[in-house]
């Protein structure tokens, strides 16, 4: 998918890109491309495979969700090389986002692309997920996770952190109608329920995608989330 490819999908949902927006998709990519010779941030780097496997993958899930624009304040949980994020943050500049990682270096490398492409109201976090949540419960519209762990761990990381009335958007891969599956009664215990599923193949051959989507109707009970290793051990089921 070539850049030019990707702006014409954002028009059929009415996005036109300004000419900063499509520069700030380009330096992040050069950022990335610099960055991964010296960390492995991504095996993905080419040009159009990252336009497609990257950043196309990373907003379609919140181009089909109307409720965005209304939305003020975004958290990516596990944000890695900053997918889905900042790729939504330069198509959805009026979102507020925090984005947590336990990985310092990839940390220093979020901040520095958020500085380079001059993107405001967006800061990275150097946390672990359940220490994160201890200090912002409750506290965002939305939370997502892309590749992060199964849904029925990445849940009870995530859940927390969504304010009643927000939503919990998880980006999952071919798995993801085996793992919601699992994760009902998770989801349901942690205060939120389904409202949407998405199933799409990406073009170009690169594999199909579930997004999943739960609005949060209660408090998610303080008991959670668990340890770390009591998640891992021990998920919601």
């Not at 996770?145 to 919990?168: D, H, Q, T, W």
């Amino acid at each position: 998918m070539t850049p030019e490819q990707f702006y014409d999908k954002l028009k059929d949902f009415n996005i036109e890109l300004t000419e900063n927006q499509k520069w700030q998709l380009h330096r992040y990519w050069e950022l990335l491309v610099e960055w991964n010779e010296k960390m492995n941030l991504t095996g993905i780097t080419e040009l159009n495979e990252v336009y497609l496997k990257h950043y196309y993958d990373s907003v379609i899930g919140f181009l089909m969700f109307e409720e965005i624009s209304e939305c003020q304040t975004l958290c990516d949980v596990g944000s890695g090389a900053g997918f889905p994020a900042l790729p939504v943050k330069i198509i959805f500049p009026h979102l507020k986002m925090d984005l947590v990682d336990s990985l310092g270096k990839r940390v220093t490398f979020l901040n520095h692309v958020i500085s380079e492409t001059g993107l405001e109201h967006i800061h990275a976090h150097h946390s672990r997920a359940e220490e994160f949540v201890a200090k912002n419960r409750e506290t965002f519209d939305v939370v997502t996770a892309r590749a992060v762990a199964r849904l029925n761990m990445l849940s009870e990381l995530c859940i927390p952190l969504v304010k009643e009335g927000g939503y919990f958007i998880a980006l999952k891969g071919q798995t993801g109608a085996e793992e919601l599956e699992e994760s009902k009664k998770a989801m349901s215990a942690l205060g939120v329920e389904l409202i949407a599923v998405n199933h799409i193949e990406l073009p170009e051959d690169a594999g199909s995608r579930t997004n999943i989507y739960t609005k949060k109707y209660k408090k998610t009970p303080v008991k959670y989330p668990r340890a770390f290793g009591q998640i891992k051990n021990k998920p919601l089921k």
